[in-house]
């Protein structure tokens, strides 16, 4: 086993690699519990879900965001991202790894690869939300140094109470 390698998603392939990816990660986040089904519908309708994945290589696009490709023994198994929310923020988006990848340090590998991108690339502060469901990414983030935040965006009316917000200074 060679284990988990994060690199920055640079090619065609990598890309289509990371939309299969996110794709997962919509299904997994739909499919969750029929509690979080609404709050996925109305951040990630599947048409509008289809024109970010056309755009996903722009909207996290160098010199001040990135998409990262975690591997596990060559085969792609996670993904994560960063966009600048103004200069001196960045956000972390579409953190997944693939059930057959949990437990293998991925997630931990691509979030603290995310950060540490953010902070080469100038950023003050990393900000991200996950579902008040995943528990097990709380505690990732938490053990990362984030600290728990209100939300930093405008919401839709009943989400805000659906997630948790996060912040790091770097």
Request: net charge negative; aromatic share 8%; proline share 5%.
């Amino acid at each position: 086993m060679t284990g988990v390698r994060i690199r920055a998603a640079t090619t065609a392939a990598d890309l289509e690699a990371v939309r299969g990816l996110c794709w997962d990660y919509r299904a997994y986040l739909t499919g969750f519990s029929p509690e979080l089904r609404p709050l996925m519908e109305t951040f990630y309708p599947e048409a509008g879900y289809t024109a970010l994945m056309q755009e996903l290589a722009e909207k996290h696009a160098r010199p001040r965001g990135i998409i990262l490709l975690a591997e596990l023994d060559g085969r792609p198994v996670g993904c994560g991202m960063t966009h600048p929310l103004n200069d001196q923020d960045a956000e972390i988006k579409r953190v997944f790894v693939r059930a057959e990848a949990r437990g293998s340090g991925a997630g931990q590998a691509l979030s603290q690869a995310l950060v540490d991108q953010a902070r080469a690339d100038g950023y003050d502060r990393v900000l991200l939300d996950t579902s008040t469901a995943f528990t097990g990414a709380q505690r990732l983030y938490e053990r990362l140094g984030f600290q728990a935040r209100g939300p930093y965006a405008e919401l839709p009316p009943g989400t805000a109470d659906k997630l948790v917000f996060y912040e790091l200074k770097l």
